[in-house]
């Protein structure tokens, strides 16, 4: 199995978001990576596969999809590619530890992009809407999910890249908050 094959995997089972999820973290990981040196192939694979953990297939109800993700990668996909141990060792802890609630520190710097670039996913107007797209149909819940969002992540950044990324993106979501609160006049 190669990237391809897992790039189209991710595109049947990702419900749509999956694939345009992972093609805007490998952008991010270009632009904060640039200039550091890490293993682009893994940095591909984790992108790819650290979110399978979320898709309808393999969700498990009560089980993080972080651990889930990592779970499917080291049993069902990474066994069937020509990745060394040690590429498969990196893949595995970016896939563990990317999501924002892992306060574990990571060892590679292939993790620490993966972390990065999807907390940035989760800034800006994409993150806004992302957050909104999710539902309910309770303004106020996404508000606050958004609001929640931020405060989780804000301080979380160490690539420089990544801190300049984040504090534009967070000003913006700050203006489009500030504009929903207004035209709701507080009442969301």
């Not at 093609?23 to 682009?40: C, E, F, K, Q, T």
């Not at 990745?83 to 993790?111: F, K």
């Amino acid at each position: 199995m190669n990237l391809k094959d897992i790039e189209c995997l991710t595109i049947q089972q990702g419900e749509g978001w999956g694939i345009a999820h992972v093609r805007r973290v490998l952008n991010l990981i270009d632009r904060v990576g640039s200039g550091m040196a890490y293993d682009h192939e893994a940095v591909q694979y984790a992108a790819y596969l650290h979110d399978w953990g979320a898709f309808p297939c393999y969700h498990q109800a009560g089980v993080d999809h972080a651990l889930r993700s990592r779970e499917i990668a080291e049993k069902d996909i990474l066994p069937q590619t020509a990745l060394s141990s040690a590429s498969i060792a990196i893949i595995l802890e970016a896939i563990e530890r990317h999501d924002y609630r892992c306060i574990e520190p990571v060892q590679s710097v292939e993790a620490l992009l993966l972390r990065e670039a999807d907390f940035l996913d989760f800034l800006g107007v994409i993150g806004v809407v992302r957050e909104f797209a999710w539902g309910p149909n309770n303004l106020q819940r996404c508000y606050d999910r958004v609001r929640a969002r931020i405060a989780g992540v804000q301080h979380r950044f160490t690539i420089p890249a990544a801190q300049v990324i984040a504090t534009q993106r967070i000003a913006e979501m700050e203006q489009l908050l500030a504009q929903l609160w207004e035209e709701s006049q507080g009442c969301l």
